[in-house]
């Protein structure tokens, strides 16, 4: 009795994502990149999507940069000497200020993390809360005057009156005034 076995693909699909140093030209980077793609290429590996976030602020700094050039790749494999040797190259590139490497489940989706925290930021400036008050309208509650002081002889010293606060925009205002800037194309962030 012959048992026919059905293959299932072994191909694992990876999301690696990487920050290049501010410092590289154009040129360098973009060698950089291809030197990555021919890596991935050459171990049978697939590039099924890429992301390229561009020039962003760090949050702390990295090898005394406090910007980098952000890429993300999702591609598929089945050999685990790819794997390591990306890893291997990555640590290595001195171009490459931080990476990491994340194995994804084979229905994983593709997420566009800059359209989510765009929707995310939307989202939050509309928020209202279970009271049916906008959160953006709520005001940290006043804190308490302090008590007067005695002076030498016995009498109460009163404060001087400061000068009443302008009223600042509306935060909704603000939030929109704020993303108008970011969006703008001429601006570099």
């Known amino acids: 009795m012959d048992e026919v076995t059905t293959s299932e693909s072994t191909s ?3 999301e690696l994502m990487f920050i290049l140093s501010p410092m590289l030209t154009e040129d360098k980077r973009t060698a950089t990149v291809k030197e990555l793609e021919d890596i ?8 099924f999507h890429t992301e390229d976030w561009g020039k962003r602020r760090l949050a702390y700094r990295i090898k005394k940069q406090d910007e980098g050039y ?6 598929t494999s089945d050999d685990q000497k790819l794997i390591d040797e990306l890893e291997h190259h990555l640590k290595l590139d001195q171009g490459v200020l931080r990476h990491l490497l994340m194995r994804r489940e084979h229905d994983y989706e593709i997420v566009d993390y800059l359209q989510v925290a765009e929707q ?12 049916g008050i906008d959160e953006s309208l709520r005001r940290a509650p006043k804190k308490a005057a302090p008590a007067p002081k005695k002076t030498e002889d016995g009498m109460k010293e009163v404060p001087a009156e400061k000068p009443a606060k302008q009223e600042s925009a509306p935060k909704d205002e603000l939030d929109k005034k ?6 703008d194309s001429d601006i570099e962030i």
């Open 12 to 14: 694992r699909k990876y």
């Open 40 to 47: 991935i290429k050459s171990f049978k590996g697939d590039v």
């Open 70 to 75: 952000y890429l993300i790749y999702y591609f």
């Open 120 to 131: 995310g930021k939307k989202e939050k400036a509309g928020k209202v809360s279970a009271k």
């Open 178 to 183: 704020l993303m108008d800037i970011i969006s």
